[in-house]
């Protein structure tokens, strides 16, 4: 169980760097860079820790932060075959526990 639970977690840090992507490369850095300082938050361990990521971003980003969330949801929605359609209206942390949910890992 704890290997699907680290697969799934990869493939959401994975779905977060890719949306970040469309930051561009500079923005995503800087980003990572505030949340290890800010928060003692790395990489690695968002998914851990995806309360104060989520946190983070929408203290940064405002509003600006459901496009964001729109992204992560999607991209991991494509890498576990899961509709799309059936998270985008849901708050984050909820449509991540359905996407858990629905996949196959």
Sequence with gaps: MSNDSDNFEQLLLGSIHESMSSLGESCRSLLYTYLAAALSLK??????????????????????SRVIDGLVLKTLCDKLNVDYALVKDMELQTAIEEIKRRSTI
């Design 43 to 64: 990489k690695d361990q968002i998914p851990k820790r995806f309360e104060d990521f989520t946190t983070a971003i929408k203290d940064i980003f405002k509003l600006g």
